[in-house]
Each structure stands twice: as structure tokens, then as C-alpha cells.
């Protein structure tokens, strides 16, 4: 029984068309995937399926009625964002439940007990092992995940689960879990909407799939008529190849980075070589220490103990302006938190790192500013309205495109990118790997890649290294290794790396 729809839905913003024409409709009982380049409008559709934004023209009905004229109606879709929306010093119960006039306690006094019993069942529910007393910033990120998708259907009328890529940092085995629960919620007869980039997820949880391309809706199937090239095929308005690699061809015998015996917060006793020229995957399950040691080899964490060298020169740890100053960039996993000034345009984005080349005497020439800006616009093919565009409007991939090419303007020794494709779509990750090979080959960077994809690890590095519970346990050779070798050694799995293709 269809319950959601949107008509010949147009949406424009100062410079862009973000919707044009867009028909959808959603089931009861099914699960709907909506997929598309970033930029391809599923953002602009999701606010306006939740009441966030009203469309330019076009309408959207729940059961039969205009919530334009009956905006109520938005209360029966459950949202879930793809970032954790969670008060972190608050218990999980409080989470749950908050608004809690919203969720039957009233306006009064509400008592402690009362809120953790009924908490209980809805935990069970939700296949949770986080207590109702537990702080939400001491239960994992998984559980976090599954406490927001709890919280968005506490309302029994709500029909409707919109779970925006809600994968995005949880490991395989919780993925597992969440899809089990997804499941159990389809068999309650609601329509549950799923935006994603893994297309693996998509044939796996999917029954219907709705493809977005600038804008216009321009493919719809049942999910067990089409295959992966088909869906890149409708993504992309081409043919994009799911075999290429973008391994770097000019790895020198150079030792470019050398790490000794590196100690500090969720790694130990850590050595590897970075050559000249090469990409370095680094592979591990989450919490593994990958993040944590880059960032302390960039200055952002301590290092308790052991030893860096650059191009054969002590490197000085500690200090994050001197590893920009010295050519070491980290691209950090978050990028909207921890990469780009949301609230700022585009140019003052692009050229945050690079003030000291824009000086006219003692002031900045805005000249040169504008100048540099759009010479990285144009070198990335970073798609904006202007360069006064805040930066938070930009989709994920272009986002990513222009903290690479400021990082590029700034002459790097080494680049590391930490999850450098997070909620990016298929097209828009091929870019980013050329853009790696390019600056491996050409310039003779070199590069680490920190991903929980396999498949990009693979695709992308010359050499890969397995981390487990802060320890170096492998190392492969990614043309020839073999993928399930690669994943006994992230899981611990004693002796993996002396199978097959371990060097």
C-alpha cells in the first residue's frame, strides 16, 4: 500500500536547480533505496519528504493528503541522519525519550525509574546491550546508531523510516545487526527509505531503487531486475569500469617516511617504511588504532615513545604546524567537523592554508586570494554556484575535492587520507582515486590510505598493512593478495599473514 508520495516535485536554490520534475512513491512493507552522484539532489529530496524544506512546486501526499495543507502529517516520517544526533552526557533513556511531553511523561516531574523501565523494551526491541543508565558517549558507535533509528520510531504513528546512509562508521558485524533490525521493522509493515553509496548494501537490504542524476529522477527498477553496472550506468550517464585500479606505477626505492617502534594512545610499538611515490593502504576494523597513529604522527595525539623520519631527517612530533609547514597533510575522516569551516565561503576555504603566498606586504591581497581560489575551482573541477558559496553547501565529494586541493597548493611530502570516500557515490570516489595515483605518480608523494573498504584498499595501494588492537600483525602486497587473508589479519586471526600473498 503505497503511504508516501511526491508529485513533479522543482526545487531551486540562487544558481541551481536542485529538483526538477521528480516523481517517487513509497510502500508499506518495503524497503526503498534512492541513489545518486553527490549533487544529484537526495538531500534536497529528504528535507523535502520530512517537512525541512517546501517545494518551489509539486506536492507531497501521505495517504492521499497535501501536507502543505496539513504539515502534522510530516510527524508520521522517522528520520535518521547520517551523523550521530545524540546528547552525549545524557543517559540513553534520556535520549530515547526526549522530548519527553512528546513521548507520553507529560509536562511534569520525570521520575528516574519510571524513564528507565520503559526504556527497557524498546532497547530489547532494537537489539540493544546499552543500559537505559549508561552515558550515550560511553556505548559504541553502533549502538548509538540503533539508539537514533529507537528514538525516530518511539511514536507508534510513524509509518515511515528514512535512515540516511546509516552505515558510515560501523563495522561489518554491526552492519549485520543493523540490517537485521531494518528487516524486523519492514515485516512491521513500514516503509522504510535507505540512502547509501555501497551498493553491496543496496542489493543486499533493497527492494526498489530510485536513481537521482542532477537533479532529475532518472531511473526506477525492482531492485532483483538491474545489477551494479546498471545502477553506475544510471548514476554516472556512462559506463564506469568497477575493475580499474588506481594503483601508482612509480613507487621508487626511496624511503620517503620511516616510523620506529611508535607507542601511544590505541597503537604500539608500531615500524613501517613510506616509499617515494607509493600509496600505502592501512586496513583495520574499527578502533583498530589507524586513525589514532596518523594523527599522532601529524601532531595531533601524543607519542609516548619511538621515532619518525622524514626524507632521513628526524621529524619533530607534537606539532601540527610544523608538519603542514614541512609538507606532512593529514585529510582527516570528518571532514565537515574537522576539514573545511562550514559556515564560510568556498574561497576562504581553499586558501585557509595558504595566507603566507597571498600577503601583500603586511595585509592580504584579495586579488591574489580570488585568484588562487579559483585556479584550484578549476584544477579539481569543484562544482560551486561562486566562490562565496558556503562550503556546507557543497555535496560530500566536492567537499573532499577542495580539502585535497588545498592540501595539494600547499607542496606536500605526505598526504594521508583518512576514509577519503566516507558517503561519497561511485563516480565521485573514481575522481578522488585518479586524483591519488596522479599526485603518487607525478609528484612523487607519498600517499597513506586509511579506509574500512576492502575493496578500495585493494584497488588503490601498493602495499597494505593489517592492524589489530593497536599492532602492525601484516603486510601485502596489494596486487596479489589475497581479500580473505586481508580480512583474518584485521580480525586477529593468528598466522593470517603467513598464507599466500604476506611478503
Known amino acids: 500500500m503505497q503511504v508516501l508520495e511526491a508529485r513533479k516535485i522543482t526545487k531551486t536554490f540562487p544558481g541551481v536547480v536542485a529538483l526538477k520534475d521528480v516523481d517517487i512513491s513509497f510502500e508499506l512493507g518495503k524497503i526503498h533505496c534512492i541513489i545518486g552522484e553527490n549533487g544529484a539532489g537526495k538531500s534536497t529530496l529528504i528535507k523535502i519528504l520530512t517537512g525541512v524544506y517546501e517545494p518551489d512546486a509539486g506536492s507531497v501526499l501521505f495517504r492521499g493528503e497535501d501536507t502543505l495543507h496539513h504539515p502534522q502529517l510530516f510527524d508520521n516520517v522517522a528520520y535518521v541522519p547520517q551523523e550521530i544526533d545524540l546528547f552525549r552526557h545524557m543517559t540513553v533513556a534520556d ?47 553502533s549502538e548509538q546508531q540503533l539508539l537514533q533509528i529507537a528514538r525516530a520510531m518511539i511514536h507508534e504513528q510513524a509509518s515511515v523510516l528514512m ?30 527509505i535507505f540512502i547509501s553509496h555501497k551498493l553491496d548494501e543496496v542489493f543486499d537490504l ?51 617516511m620511516e616510523v620506529r617502534g611508535l607507542c601511544g594512545e590505541r597503537f604500539e610499538d608500531i615500524s613501517f617504511t613510506l616509499h617515494r611515490g607509493e600509496i600505502l593502504g592501512m586496513s583495520g576494523l574499527v578502533g583498530a588504532g589507524r586513525t589514532e597513529l596518523m594523527q599522532a604522527i601529524f601532531g595531533y595525539l601524543p607519542v609516548w615513545s619511538g621515532s619518525v ?13 610544523y608538519s603542514v609547514e614541512n609538507g606532512l597533510i593529514y585529510l582527516p575522516e ?16 581553499l586558501t585557509m592554508s595558504l595566507l603566507k603566498k597571498l600577503q601583500f606586504g603586511p595585509v592580504l591581497s584579495e586579488r591574489k586570494e580570488t585568484k588562487l581560489a579559483r585556479e584550484i575551482v578549476d584544477a579539481y573541477a569543484i562544482r560551486i554556484s561562486g566562490l562565496g558559496q558556503k562550503i556546507m553547501n557543497l555535496s560530500g565529494g566536492n567537499q573532499q575535492k577542495a580539502i585535497i586541493g588545498r592540501s595539494m597548493f600547499c ?14 557515490d561511485v563516480g565521485t570516489k573514481a575522481e578522488i582515486y585518479r586524483l591519488m595515483k596522479k599526485h ?26 593489517t592492524l589489530y588492537q593497536g599492532r602492525v600483525v601484516g603486510e601485502f602486497d596489494a596486487q596479489t593478495a589475497d581479500k580473505a587473508h586481508i580480512l583474518n589479519a584485521i580480525m586477529g586471526i593468528e598466522n593470517a599473514t603467513l598464507q599466500g600473498s604476506a611478503i
Open 411 to 424: 607542496s606536500p611530502k605526505v598526504l594521508v587520507f583518512d576514509e577519503p570516500t566516507k558517503g561519497i
Open 163 to 192: 535512515l540516511d546512509e546509516p552505515t558510515t562508521s560501523l563495522t561489518m558485524e554491526d552492519t549485520r545487526r543493523l540490517f537485521s533490525v531494518i528487516r524486523e521493522i519492514k515485516a512491521e509493515g513500514k516503509a522504510i
Open 95 to 141: 535520549n530515547l525519550f526526549i522530548p519527553f511531553d512528546k513521548s507520553g511523561f507529560g509536562k511534569g516531574l520525570v521520575h528516574r525509574r519510571e524513564l528507565e523501565e520503559r526504556a527497557r523494551p524498546w532497547l530489547e526491541k532494537f537489539h540493544m546491550t546499552a543500559q537505559p543508565d549508561q552515558l550515550v558517549g560511553e556505548i559504541s558507535v
Open 440 to 465: 603518487a605518480e607525478e609528484s612523487g608523494i607519498g600517499i597513506i590510505l586509511i579506509s574500512s573498504e576492502m575493496e578500495e584498499v585493494l584497488k588503490c595501494s601498493n602495499r597494505v598493512l
Open 309 to 321: 623520519t622524514v626524507e632521513g631527517k628526524p621529524w619533530k612530533l607534537g606539532d601540527t604546524s
Open 206 to 256: 533493497g527492494d526498489e531503487i530510485t536513481v537521482l542524476r542532477n537533479g532529475e529522477k532518472v531511473a526506477y527498477a525492482d531492485i532483483h531486475d538491474v545489477d551494479v553496472n546498471w545502477v553506475v550506468r544510471q548514476m554516472a550517464g556512462r559506463d564506469v569500469s568497477q575493475a580499474e585500479n588506481y594503483r601508482s606505477t612509480n613507487v621508487t626505492s626511496d624511503v620517503l
Open 334 to 349: 570528518e571532514r565537515k567537523q574537522q576539514g573545511i569551516l562550514p559556515n564560510m565561503g568556498v574561497k576562504e576555504n
